[in-house]
């Protein structure tokens, strides 16, 4: 057999992606590890959510820098148990994580800090990740995605660090094109970055897509 002609085969591809009606209820919650309530991730969070709320999927932000996550102490008792919780139970990690296994998408937002996600965000990536891990992986199959903004360098590196997260886990990842990763200092400077602007609206696109496939 041949290959078949590129426009035939982009015809095909065209038809297989269009997007599918999305039945019953479906939600996306993101979790947010900027300090900053009102500042550019969170914004492009509720910028994302918009195009996903046209689709009518419910949407849930958690700004986990007002929970004050205390840090992992690598004591392995979530590994021993196997229950996917943490041992601190005096923050709101488990509740955030069953808010997580819950949800049927997950978008992992962070600002790049010194070249890597915010100290918030590492708490909860070290903590939610093991104990996720080794109990059952309770995030398998989740549809996720990453949602990064930085100053003028060290985006790529936060968007690995939140996807590696994703794929350990054993998610779907949904990318876009460009990747979500948006540049601004002053908010709400991101609004000026066509490119990130134009992955926003691609990704909430591609993530409802995505989420109604799956549902099929």
């Not at 426009?7 to 947010?32: F, H, W, Y």
């Not at 991730?41 to 046209?54: I, P």
Request: charged residues 25%.
């Amino acid at each position: 057999m041949g290959i078949k002609p590129y426009s035939v085969t982009r015809m095909r591809i065209e038809g297989v992606l269009s997007a599918p009606r999305i039945d019953g209820d479906m939600k996306v919650v993101a979790i947010n590890g900027s300090p900053r309530l009102i500042g550019n991730t969170a914004n492009a969070v509720g910028d994302l959510f918009d195009e996903l709320e046209k689709e009518g999927i419910e949407t849930e932000h958690v700004q986990i820098y007002a929970d004050h996550l205390s840090p992992c102490n690598d004591c392995r008792s979530c590994e021993m148990r196997g229950d996917g919780r943490c041992i601190i139970e005096d923050d709101r990690l488990n509740e955030i994580v069953d808010m997580m296994a819950e949800a049927d998408g997950i978008v992992l937002a962070s600002p790049t800090y010194y070249g890597s996600c915010t100290g918030q965000m590492k708490i909860f990536l070290e903590r939610a990740g093991l104990a996720t891990e080794t109990g059952g992986l309770r995030l398998r199959r989740k549809v996720g995605a990453a949602l990064v903004v930085q100053a003028h360098e060290g985006g790529s590196m936060v968007y690995s660090e939140l996807v590696n997260f994703m794929l350990r886990n054993q998610m779907v990842v949904c990318g876009s094109t460009p990747c979500t990763i948006l540049t601004a200092k002053d908010t709400p400077g991101y609004l000026k970055d066509e490119a990130g602007m134009r992955a926003l609206r691609t990704l909430g696109r591609e993530m409802s897509w995505l989420l109604g496939s799956l549902s099929r």
